[in-house]
């Protein structure tokens, strides 16, 4: 029995070390957290992003192994899309760890590629491809961790986004979620750097003609530079 005991509190050690642990590094988080990070300034920032991103025509073509005749009639046969993406942001920081952020973002454009056998081609005298261009506005509550006596945060978004798919099948926008994750740098009071990655929803249904509804789900990262007023 004793032995037994031994052998149970022993084991308990470990646990008790690694809660102590916690407890202590939550403990200190709260208490940096009561301090600004360094180069922190409250209120609006405004600035540009860029980097590389894609839309997701890919997702229209079936595989490989159900690939046939009936299909082909109406789906793609192959797309060439993802690129540069850019555009720019804002917002207003209301502390440390909670904001806003709107932010604008063109995607680059696709090419969606249709078999000569094809519904598109039978309509569109024979051509079997077009361009598509999609765009996105979105609004984001993001919610920051600042790393303790480092000009560094943490963050998370997640909001509402407005994307638009134009060309010549459709013009039509449609409300979506979108999140994003990222670093922000505060380099001085008044430059800030973020790094972020984002993902947006879109918009897909089981029909005859799919391209002609379709609205891409979105994938992007991005470098962004924002001056702090």
């Known amino acids: ?29 709260i208490t940096h957290a009561q301090k600004p990070p360094l180069h922190y300034l409250e209120g609006f920032y405004a600035g540009v992003h860029g980097g590389l991103g894609s839309t ?21 046969v192959r797309v060439r899309e993802g690129g540069t993406v850019y555009g720019f942001f804002g917002g207003y920081d209301f502390t440390p760890h909670f904001g806003l952020e709107l932010m604008y973002s063109q995607y680059p454009d696709a090419r969606v590629d249709f078999s000569k056998f094809s519904l598109f081609a039978f309509k569109h005298n024979k051509r079997t491809y077009f361009n598509t261009s999609t765009k996105v506005f979105g609004l984001l509550a993001k919610l920051m961790i600042d790393i303790p006596e480092t000009p560094f945060r943490l963050y998370s978004g997640a909001g509402l986004a407005k994307v638009c798919r134009e060309d010549e099948l459709l013009d039509q926008s449609r409300q979506s979620p979108t999140f994003s994750l990222g670093l922000m ?12 990655v984002n993902y947006t929803a879109g918009f897909g249904v089981s029909e005859l003609n799919p391209a002609s509804t379709y609205i891409p789900f979105l994938y992007s990262g991005t470098f962004g530079l924002a001056y702090k007023f």
């Open 1 to 29: 029995m004793k032995s037994c005991r031994t052998q149970i509190f022993s084991g308990l050690r470990p646990t008790r070390l690694l809660v102590q642990a916690i407890l202590l590094f939550m403990c200190n988080t």
């Open 185 to 196: 740098y505060d380099m001085t009071k008044h430059l800030m750097l973020e790094i972020t």
């Open 56 to 76: 997701t025509w890919e997702g229209l073509i079936p595989p490989m192994e159900k690939q046939n005749s009936a299909i082909l009639i109406s789906t793609p």
